[in-house]
């Protein structure tokens, strides 16, 4: 018989599987639940980039398009990225068109890490970070943020954990899961601790349309930092285009052209059909993100008002879809809390330790759901909550 064990990559078998997927696997085999772990919007796809669809499939050839993305998307990209952010890319040779965010991810981090070298991992974050730096045998070190400091990157943070090693930040705002964001005095200030080093920043801003009373800033708008800066976005979150799988990323030429040939012979392109219809997100679906963003507004006020009422307190998310409730004061541990909330109230929410150690203590709750699942969620919660009151 094959030894099976002795053929798998260490560094795969040493990974372990993603925290958001267990919790949202066990709930989907409940009768029942209501599940509030996936950041998937629960809004339809406007209706003119479903008709832009429609009509490509009508009428086009479903073909590979360039490696790079199409070049009028690359283009609208471009031009997208100037009027809502003041940031200048070539759509020539600086802008790759991937399969979701995910891709652009992946292939900006095995672009860059050779073994041994160090990547900066400000946590509690999106998942896939430290998972990709180990399998490229590079050394993630985690920056904890802390709620005391809305969950931002402090400079003094940043700069005790910078060594000749150091090659690459991550650097996730507005941030999954806590819904922190990074103000331009808070990049000016990380910017600072940057500038005379040689290392590169992978700024993740797939939430940089979904803010709250702040317009979304750049790190790659701050002076001398376009430069060391991979900037990754997509359409899932703000277009509400999750299943449509297309993402972007947008780098100096030395850089994308490297990451390029990752993609060329890794995917080859993104879907063909998605990339015409992301076109017509960009150009006129403005007021359409508006409305969502809006509405996304009225249910962070009301999760954040309500779990404060039950007792667990909740820093007011600034940015993205999620709050990130504290649960110490029931006793449990994440793990446990979700545990015991999915088994015994069937509300499936996602431990903070999923994100990095220092979400130990906390909960992600997605408010991407409709206003009547929130609320029917909030009761179950309080009842949980109630029912399990420390040293009781």
């Not at 997208?80 to 802008?95: C, F, Q, S, T």
């Not at 930092?225 to 900037?231: A, D, K, L, V």
């Not at 220092?358 to 997605?366: A, N, P, Y």
Request: aromatic share 8%; hydrophobic share 40%; proline share 5%.
């Amino acid at each position: 018989m094959i030894n099976y064990d002795s053929l798998l990559s260490e560094k795969v078998k040493e990974m372990k599987p993603s925290g958001i997927r267990k919790f949202f696997d066990l709930a989907a085999n409940m009768e029942g639940v209501i599940s509030l772990g996936v950041g998937e919007p629960d809004f339809q796809t406007p209706w003119l980039v479903r008709k832009k669809a429609l009509d490509v499939l009508e009428r086009k050839r479903m073909i590979y398009s360039s490696n790079q993305g199409l070049s009028e998307l690359r283009s609208g990209i471009s031009e997208y990225l100037e009027r809502k952010y003041n940031l200048k890319y070539d759509p020539a040779g600086e802008i790759v068109v991937t399969v979701g965010g995910s891709e652009a991810i992946d292939i900006a981090i095995r672009a860059i890490v050779d073994p041994g070298d160090e990547v900066l991992i400000v946590e509690p974050c999106f998942v896939c970070y430290k998972p990709i730096v180990e399998l490229m045998h590079g050394v993630a070190v985690s920056i904890p943020t802390k709620e005391e400091n809305k969950f931002k990157l402090m400079p003094d943070e940043l700069r005790s954990r910078i060594t000749d090693r150091t090659k690459l930040l991550i650097l996730p705002y507005p941030n999954n899961p806590t819904g922190g964001i990074m103000t331009r005095e808070d990049l000016e200030a990380i910017a600072e601790v940057l500038r005379d080093t040689n290392i590169l920043v992978l700024s993740d801003e797939i939430y940089s349309e979904l803010t709250y009373g702040r317009k979304h800033c750049s790190i790659a708008e701050i002076d001398g930092m376009r430069e060391r800066t991979i900037y990754v976005s997509g359409f899932s979150k703000a277009f509400a285009m999750t299943g449509w799988r297309l993402g972007y990323l947008c780098a100096p030429k030395p850089l994308a052209s490297q990451m390029l040939k990752i993609h060329q012979y890794a995917i080859m392109c993104a879907p063909t059909m998605s990339q015409y219809a992301a076109l017509v997100a960009l150009k006129d679906c403005d007021e359409e993100v508006a409305k969502m963003v809006e509405e996304y507004n009225v249910r962070r006020r009301i999760l954040v008002e309500g779990f404060n009422r039950i007792g667990l307190s909740c820093f007011e998310p600034e940015g993205a879809f999620y709050v990130f409730p504290c649960i110490r004061s029931t006793g449990m541990t994440s793990e446990e809390f979700c545990s015991r909330l999915l088994e015994e109230e069937k509300v499936a929410v996602v431990p903070g330790n999923a994100f990095g150690e220092s979400g130990e203590g906390f909960v992600r709750v997605s408010y991407a759901y409709s206003l009547k699942h929130l609320m029917q969620a909030l009761e179950r919660i309080e009842r949980f909550v109630k029912n399990h009151k420390k040293g009781e």
